[in-house]
């Protein structure tokens, strides 16, 4: 297997078709891997690189793995470099993408090709990737050169980040609500009743809205979280505002608004993969004064009635196991952070400078 290291917006543009073709081939992509989500990401943070596997040189590509590259240091506080994955802080699913055939051998090619770099700590956090996947990349990594250490997910709220509930949809909103509870099915009933269109009601955002609703959803968000996030709270609003619009030009952004005459009390925005029929709840806001009714719980009701009518085929509630999710959930995946580490600074390779020269032609 052979494997390029591909960097500047130019070769990643040229790659688009490529990305499209194994996405929708490798049985493990999910919409954080997706070329509308990805592609955007990587144009706006630098400091990223992508593997590209191919069975030979001149082969199209049959495996991508975008990886970032920052300065940082050791517990002794040394400078070295760390590896990351790029979309890590605002998607809750990391990995690589690769077509079924060639699992095993792109998984330890792009492994190979990560000890011949320079650095000291790789991190896979979020990672999302079956267990052979897994096994046949982090099998590369000798236990007599590397640390491979699994790290806990579990937030100190005692949300356990690794668990990650969702719902398969059936092809009729009646059959799905059948599948849950009593109490939850009349509990929906009833909500979603309320809503008449009048005093009550949901709007969706559109290019009119747009820059409104996401205020709207933004706003109820920080008035909850900003004690807690302190001084990271701008940052975050930032970006979360960055990747909703981005999701909106992209076509993948679904934002229903709840509204309580002219108040609204709730919001949720849904990131949506059309490709693979998915519907993923990204963040949500309500106004603690609207209890009875029921903002979060009625969002959710009409977030997935509205994925059922428009044919999808599971509604994503990504990481935690909040209880709320699972009165709506009809499973739930794993999801891991690895940190794989260096055990010596000094076996560290320079081998940088000899892959941009490799691969001049290709990246130019």
Aim: proline share 5%; glycine share 6%.
């Amino acid at each position: 297997m052979h494997v390029d290291v591909v960097r500047g917006l130019g070769a990643l543009r040229r790659l688009q078709d490529d990305w499209r073709r194994i996405y929708l081939a490798d049985p493990e992509g999910q919409f954080f891997l997706s070329w509308p989500w990805m592609s955007k990401r990587l144009e706006r943070r630098p400091g990223w690189f992508l593997l590209v596997a191919r069975p030979t040189d001149k082969a199209p590509p049959v495996g991508l793995f975008p990886v970032r590259k920052r300065q940082s240091t050791d517990d002794r506080g040394r400078d070295c470099v760390e590896l990351s994955m790029p979309g890590r802080g605002a998607a809750d699913y990391t990995g690589f993408l690769c077509e079924p055939e060639f699992r095993d051998q792109v998984a330890s090619a792009f492994a190979r090709q990560l000890v011949e770099l320079d650095w000291r700590t790789l991190r896979l956090q979020c990672l999302r990737a079956s267990e052979p996947r897994t096994n046949a990349f982090l099998g590369e990594f000798s236990p007599a050169r590397f640390e491979v250490e699994r790290e806990s997910m579990i937030m100190s709220s005692g949300i356990d980040n690794s668990i990650c509930p969702y719902a398969d949809l059936p092809d009729d909103w009646d059959r799905y609500l059948a599948n849950l509870s009593a109490n939850t099915r009349q509990r929906v009933r009833r909500l979603l009743r309320k809503v008449d269109g009048s005093s009550i009601r949901i709007t969706h955002a559109d290019q009119g809205t747009l820059a409104r609703d996401i205020d709207i959803l933004l706003q109820m968000w920080s008035r909850r979280w900003a004690g807690h996030k302190r001084v990271r709270l701008q940052l975050i609003l930032d970006s979360s505002r960055e990747e909703l619009a981005d999701a909106w030009a992209n076509g993948t952004l679904f934002l229903p608004v709840l509204w309580r005459g002219d108040t609204p009390v709730g919001a949720a925005a849904c990131m949506m993969d059309l490709d693979r029929r998915e519907l993923l709840f990204q963040l949500g806001a309500r106004d603690p004064d609207a209890e009875d009714l029921s903002p979060g719980v009625l969002l959710h009701a009409h977030s997935i009635r509205a994925a059922i009518e428009r044919g999808f085929v599971r509604y994503d509630f990504l990481r935690g196991n909040e209880p709320y999710k699972f009165s709506f959930a009809t499973g739930e995946r794993r999801i891991e952070s690895v940190v794989v580490r260096r055990r010596s600074a000094a076996e560290r390779m320079p081998a940088w400078r000899s892959s941009r020269r490799r691969l001049r032609a290709r990246t130019a």
